[in-house]
């Protein structure tokens, strides 16, 4: 398994930005596709954006269509999730997680995960 590190959350204003960082370490990460997660309090943990192993393929959730973007570096071995407009809504801790193979909006398809790191959207 790849171990994963997010890193970039905090505390910000309704309207701000913010960028997740998850750097990889372990495997080649260039097998790996790559997740994001949300899950916040007393809620089920969902599906934020998932990008291929290239970064020629992403899908984001519809509900952050058009505020939040997915990339990656694979000379850096780390994936972003750049967070634009955030609403408190969007509060949560963030996870990223790791699969080999396809694309997938599944948290069950991912086999590694990183510890999450909390946003909180302040209005």
């Known amino acids: 398994q790849v171990q994963l590190v997010e890193s970039g959350g905090g505390l910000v204003q309704a309207g701000g930005s913010l960028r997740l960082s998850c750097a990889a370490s372990?495997?080649?990460?260039?097998?790996?596709?790559m997740g994001w997660f949300r899950q916040a309090p007393g809620k089920v943990r969902e599906f934020v954006a998932v990008?291929?192993?290239?970064?020629?393929?992403?899908s984001v959730a519809d509900f952050v269509k058009g505020r939040f973007t997915i990339s990656r570096d694979n000379a850096k071995n780390t994936v972003y999730l750049q967070m634009n407009n955030l609403k408190p809504e969007d509060t949560a801790v963030y996870y990223c997680?790791?699969?080999?193979?396809?694309?997938?909006?599944?948290?069950?398809?991912?086999?590694?995960w990183g510890q999450g790191t909390q946003v909180t959207v302040s209005s």
């Open positions: 997680a790791a699969r080999m193979g396809r694309l997938s909006q599944l948290f069950r398809d991912y086999d590694s």
């Open positions: 990008i291929n192993w290239s970064g020629s393929s992403t």
């Open positions: 372990g495997r080649t990460f260039s097998d790996y596709a």
